[in-house]
């Protein structure tokens, strides 16, 4: 039953995030929330509205980083975003996955690492596991894998 519960408050938690709190106009206000949901935010740093979260208190963004508006970041991993990154509109970074060797078809869940001063380009995608380098350009609408 406390398994149950637990479940529930986190996906109510990532429900209130990803929809009331996602189109609320003022950045600071949506931080506030961003952080009392377990977000790391640094100094400098903005998120837009209409960002897509899941496994909020494994995401850590460092300073003046800014994430466009319709970006999902799944964070069920762990995902850390460096300082001075630019991330444009409609960026998918995906934590997680399935085994599809498995007759379960189970959940995989692999960090990924993207460091300081990384643009990644509109409509890109990063997956599991993945280490973006210092420095790296991620083209629009490109697929990482590793």
Not at 30 to 41: D, I, K, S, T
Not at 72 to 94: F, K, N, P, Q, T
Request: glycine share 16%; charged share 15%.
């Amino acid at each position: 039953m406390r398994n149950k519960l637990k479940v529930l408050c986190e996906a109510a938690g990532l429900w209130i995030l990803n929809n009331p709190v996602a189109v609320i106009p003022l950045w600071i206000v949506r931080r506030f929330f961003y952080r009392l949901a377990g977000v790391w935010v640094g100094k400098g740093s903005c998120l837009n509205m209409r960002l897509h979260l899941q496994g909020a208190g494994g995401l850590t963004i460092g300073e003046f980083t800014h994430v466009n508006p319709g970006c999902l970041l799944d964070a069920r991993g762990g995902l850390e975003i460096g300082d001075g990154v630019s991330i444009s509109h409609r960026v998918m970074i995906l934590t997680g996955g399935h085994d599809v060797q498995d007759p379960g078809f189970r959940e995989v869940n692999l960090p990924i690492s993207i460091g300081n001063h990384v643009w990644i380009g509109a409509g890109a995608t990063v997956l599991k596991g993945v280490t973006v380098g210092e420095g790296a350009v991620v083209a629009a609408g490109a697929v990482v894998t590793k």
